[in-house]
């Protein structure tokens, strides 16, 4: 199983630090999420200075950008790595695609669908010069002159991973992407009994024969006690924020944790953010995190995932 660095602070500086410190380190590659920066140009930086590690963004929001945008900027990061880099991409919730970055809500799976399929087909067009003729529900795309055609790319198309948590969206990734990015709010029960079928249906609908499975586990790891509690602490917080809310509540259900999910979503309508993991009990944790020693990382993921998984991310900092 692969193991990748998670990158938390994707600014130019910090993510140029920690591509070099997995490249010269014991991980196979760096995934890059879409918070204060855009996860694209993280991982074009990175590539730029890296040789052997993988870069992948996990996730960039689909919906906050149209198909051209995505596949402009994918090739573009294919590019800079020399073809080592995987196109990640979410759907993010509604509230985020409205509000935040102030775009169109639509039933997300049938768009994401359209979305990737679009992806390709630019890809495609730039591949062969054959004319573009993307026409769907969702995303237009019927022009194409050599002047914004990059042409074809040396390294070819980079792999799409797509990210879900329920079972349409995980279909989808068995369907149309090479990878599956599982949540970090999943266990092992959750894989086994609701995404990996999910992602079998997907597959046997297209013909495809693997899906390349994507985990960023929690970890609670550290050198010494105080380092261990700190990292247990933020990882309650973590999965409290996650259990709260209710796109993810199906994954409480699987456990009969029910109830918990009702008092956690109270709690983040009333703001008590620093309070809610509290309500994390020792079972939960076990469910959702690993724990082990930082010189047993690799192993301690590998007995917990390796028969589900080909890849892990871990963000430790």
Known sequence: ???????????????????????????????????A??????CALAGSVTTRIRTATSIAVAFARNPM???????????????????????????????RFSMPWSAPAPRMRE??????????????????QVRGEHYTHTLM??????????HGSPDIWLAGVGPAMTALAGEAADGF??????????????SLPALADGRARSGRKTTDVI????????????ERAAAEKAVRSQISFYASTPSYRPVMELHGWENAADALHAASRRGEWDQMGQLIT????????????????????????????????????
Request: proline residues 8%; hydrophobic residues 45%.
């Open 1 to 35: 199983m692969h193991l990748d660095l998670g990158v938390r602070d994707a600014a130019p500086d910090a993510v140029l630090a920690a591509a070099r410190h997995a490249e010269s380190g014991d991980f196979d590659g760096i995934q890059v999420p879409e918070l």
């Open 37 to 42: 920066h855009d996860p694209l140009i993280a």
């Open 69 to 99: 945008t995505v596949a402009q900027a994918a090739n573009d990061a294919q590019l800079a790595s020399a073809g080592r880099f995987s196109l990640g991409l979410g759907s993010q919730v509604k509230p985020h695609i409205e509000k």
């Open 115 to 132: 979305f990737i399929a679009a992806v390709r087909a630019i890809w495609s067009s730039w591949e062969t010069g054959e004319r573009l």
């Open 145 to 154: 002159t050599p002047m914004f055609s990059p042409g074809p790319n040396p």
């Open 181 to 194: 990015i599982a949540h970090a709010f999943t266990t092992p029960e959750y894989l086994a009994e609701v």
């Open 215 to 226: 985990l960023t586990p929690f970890v609670v790891t550290g050198s010494d006690e105080p």
């Open 282 to 317: 020792d079972d939960m944790m076990q469910a959702f995190a690993t724990f082990c020693a930082p010189a047993d990382l690799r192993p301690a993921l590998e007995a917990r995932f390796a028969s589900v998984a080909t890849r892990a991310c871990v963000t430790l900092v």
